[in-house]
């Protein structure tokens, strides 16, 4: 019988990264699960068009949010985690984000005609609403993540995103529409702001010049460098919004959503691993970076490559069934934007150690060429393909960035990546590929219902096969269950 109490007290004394991660990838699980059945909702409520408009909302905020915070947030956490005057570097981002992001709303203020879109769909104002509320738990939750609880920020971010759902679901339902969906997101902002704000325990302290030169000096690259990684997450919305309508950034946008779930594992490791990585290369501890490097890598291509082979086979069928006729247009798009979240993994791997160890300004340059090629790709491709142009200029850009990436970080470090490990999510991937092309050419997946067998079919076989060849993987997941308490589910033939 499972026991809530012992569970909880366990998992307390794992291993720290290995407990940060698990509560990471629980709260991945569990959004990952409520999001999709609320978009789902969306997509069949109000349509692609006002979700378009809702995507752009969020488009602009994520990119002018990036620049009231300048790159500040990432820096603080990079000198917090060092545990030296982290109460002065504290002081001093929060003081230089309300700076920026007063000067932001004041800009937005002056140029607000030119946010035809916004203003057209009545979200410029929601736009402002959480810029400022940013300002707030932007610094709470760079504090809490400085200071090495990465469980505690993912679990509030969890609650953030489940809270803006909870707001979202019943705002579209008594007919908000686009304003339901931007009111719901600032509100989940300002619930998990309140409950991280328990768990901090920075103070305001007197700094000086020399604490705001020392952010600035790391911030400057960091800036760069998300936003480039911010130019690929959200650039091809904003261009799709401009050379096309709000119809197809709702499609692109559910697709990109959706093959987001091949990669919702390398979340949890990255955003865990983080302050681990500066603290490592703080005290040279080079092997530790290495190898954890190759175990994240392998570890979110555990789910990544069966993610690709299945939507390939049955990303058609998911569109239509989940999100409606509409959207079943967008599958060309989804079979490229699935490998694009392939790509991401290293990408955003190599990308992540080069700042964590102190080389922000290598991983600019090389985002810096691939967010060129990726703006100018989309502008060119989006005119003549539609998103399936978006989605290319993506997937080349991105290979480009990952590559210059990893050229920048063998530099500082040996590459090693698990070439067993990877090899048998290769042949696990493509034996569970070939298993489920059998059963739809004996069962067509006509309905929803032999959709999600083929989908079952497909895990079932890729668990069993890689939990078979990789005793690596077998033993640390066996190893996580018994620590947690709950060994006695594992099953005796592993």
């Keep these: 019988m499972l026991n809530i109490t012992t569970i909880f007290s366990n998992i307390l004394k794992i291993d720290p990264i290995q407990r940060q991660s698990i509560i990471s990838l629980f709260w991945q699980i569990a959004f990952t699960a409520i999001g999709f059945l609320s978009t789902m909702y969306f997509a069949r409520t109000v349509g692609a068009a006002v979700l378009g408009s809702y995507f752009l909302f969020f488009a602009y905020f994520t990119l002018i949010n990036m620049v009231t915070d300048g790159g500040f947030g990432g820096a603080a956490i990079k000198r917090i985690s060092e545990g030296e005057n982290s109460d002065a570097y504290f002081s001093a981002y929060f003081v230089l984000r309300l700076t920026f992001t007063i000067a932001g709303i004041l800009a937005l203020l002056v140029f607000m005609d030119y946010f035809s879109e916004l203003n057209e769909s009545g979200t410029f104002l929601w736009l402002l609403v959480a810029l400022l509320v940013s300002m707030v738990?932007?610094?709470?939750?760079?504090?809490?993540?400085?200071?090495?609880?990465?469980?505690?920020?993912?679990?509030?971010?969890?609650?953030?995103?489940?809270?803006?759902?909870?707001?979202?679901?019943?705002?579209?339902?008594?007919?908000?529409?686009?304003?339901?969906?931007?009111?719901?997101?600032?509100?989940?902002?300002?619930?998990?702001?309140?409950?991280?704000?328990?768990?901090?325990?920075?103070?305001?302290?007197?700094?000086?010049?020399?604490?705001?030169?020392?952010?600035?000096?790391?911030?400057?690259?960091?800036?760069?460098?998300?936003?480039?990684?911010?130019?690929?997450?959200?650039?091809?919305?904003?261009?799709?919004?401009?050379?096309?309508?709000?119809?197809?950034?709702?499609?692109?946008?559910?697709?990109?959503?959706?093959t987001a779930i091949a990669t919702f594992s390398s979340y949890a490791l990255r955003s865990?691993?983080?302050?681990?990585?500066?603290?490592?290369?703080?005290?040279?501890?080079?092997?530790?970076?290495?190898?954890?490097?190759?175990?994240?890598?392998?570890?979110?291509?555990?789910?990544?490559?069966?993610?690709?082979?299945?939507?390939?086979?049955?990303?058609?069928?998911?569109?239509?069934?989940?999100?409606?006729?509409?959207?079943?247009?967008?599958?060309?798009?989804?079979?490229?934007?699935?490998?694009?979240?392939?790509?991401?993994?290293?990408?955003?791997?190599?990308?992540?150690?080069?700042?964590?160890?102190?080389?922000?300004?290598?991983?600019?340059?090389a985002t810096a060429v691939g967010v060129g090629a990726n703006i100018l790709l989309n502008i060119i491709l989006i005119q003549l393909m539609g998103i399936n142009g978006a989605a290319i200029a993506t997937l080349v850009s991105l290979a480009l960035n990952a590559l210059l990436a990893w050229r920048a970080l063998s530099k500082y470090i040996t590459i090693r990546l698990e070439v067993g490990s990877l090899s048998n999510i290769l042949v696990s991937s493509v034996i569970m590929g070939a298993v489920v092309g059998f059963y739809r050419l004996i069962l067509p997946p006509s309905n929803i219902w032999l959709t999600l067998l083929a989908v079952?079919?497909?895990?079932?076989?890729?668990?069993?096969?890689?939990?078979?060849?990789?005793?690596?993987?077998?033993?640390?997941?066996?190893?996580?269950?018994?620590?947690?308490?709950?060994?006695?589910?594992?099953p005796k033939w592993l």
């Excluded at 790391?218 to 096309?244: K, P, R």
């Excluded at 990585?277 to 190759?294: D, R, Y």
């Excluded at 990303?315 to 247009?329: E, I, K, P, V």
């Excluded at 069993?464 to 640390?476: A, S, T």
Aim: glycine share 12%; net charge neutral.
């Design 137 to 258: 738990s932007g610094p709470i939750s760079s504090g809490v993540a400085g200071k090495g609880r990465m469980g505690i920020r993912n679990t509030c971010e969890g609650i953030s995103n489940i809270l803006r759902i909870l707001f979202q679901i019943p705002a579209v339902y008594l007919g908000y529409e686009t304003a339901g969906l931007a009111g719901g997101m600032i509100a989940g902002m300002i619930g998990a702001a309140i409950v991280e704000y328990r768990f901090f325990d920075l103070h305001f302290a007197h700094f000086k010049w020399e604490h705001i030169k020392s952010l600035f000096a790391f911030s400057f690259w960091l800036f760069l460098t998300s936003g480039g990684a911010l130019v690929f997450s959200q650039a091809d919305t904003v261009l799709i919004g401009y050379f096309m309508n709000t119809e197809d950034v709702g499609i692109y946008r559910i697709v990109l959503q959706f």
């Design 456 to 490: 079952a079919l497909g895990g079932t076989v890729y668990g069993f096969l890689i939990l078979k060849l990789d005793r690596n993987v077998c033993d640390e997941m066996r190893n996580i269950v018994e620590k947690v308490g709950i060994g006695y589910i594992w």
């Design 272 to 365: 865990t691993l983080w302050p681990r990585v500066s603290q490592w290369g703080k005290i040279n501890e080079i092997s530790l970076i290495e190898k954890s490097l190759g175990r994240a890598i392998s570890y979110s291509l555990l789910l990544a490559l069966p993610v690709l082979v299945g939507g390939i086979l049955l990303g058609d069928h998911l569109l239509g069934f989940f999100y409606g006729a509409d959207f079943a247009s967008g599958y060309q798009a989804l079979v490229v934007l699935l490998i694009v979240q392939v790509i991401n993994i290293f990408q955003y791997f190599f990308t992540m150690y080069l700042d964590a160890l102190d080389r922000p300004q290598e991983s600019f340059k």
